[in-house]
């Protein structure tokens, strides 16, 4: 198990750009694929972006592709993830997520995460 704590998340007007920061305390995150999950007002919570182990392979979710970027960084216990092209649908609570497998199909089976950073996005 890991302990994750998001944070970067705040208010920011459509076109604008943020970047969400993940933390991490525990000795298997650099063996974790991790990911960004989201739940916006009134909705279920939907996959972001995932990234594997050494940070070599990343998956997007489709609305979020050209525009959403996922990074760590295993030395410092830390994972990213840059927001460009920041839209309204995008206001919700950012989620960080981690787990001992390669991949994750389900975003649901991740076994540890933190608590949230909301993310709103004005027209």
């Known amino acids: 198990q890991v302990q994750l704590v998001e944070s970067g998340g705040g208010l920011v007007q459509a076109g604008g750009s943020l970047r969400l920061s993940c933390a991490a305390a525990?000795?298997?995150?650099?063996?974790?694929?991790m990911g960004w999950i989201r739940q916006a007002p009134g909705k279920e919570r939907e996959f972001v972006a995932q990234i594997n182990w050494s940070g070599g392979n990343t998956y997007y979710a489709n609305f979020v592709k050209g525009r959403f970027t996922i990074s760590r960084d295993n030395v410092k216990n830390m994972m990213y993830l840059q927001m460009n092209s920041l839209k309204p649908e995008d206001t919700a609570v950012y989620y960080c997520?981690?787990?001992?497998?390669?991949?994750?199909?389900?975003?649901?089976?991740?076994?540890?995460w933190g608590q949230g950073t909301q993310v709103t996005v004005s027209s």
């Open positions: 525990g000795r298997a995150f650099s063996t974790y694929a």
């Open positions: 997520a981690a787990g001992p497998r390669s991949y994750y199909s389900d975003y649901r089976d991740f076994t540890s």
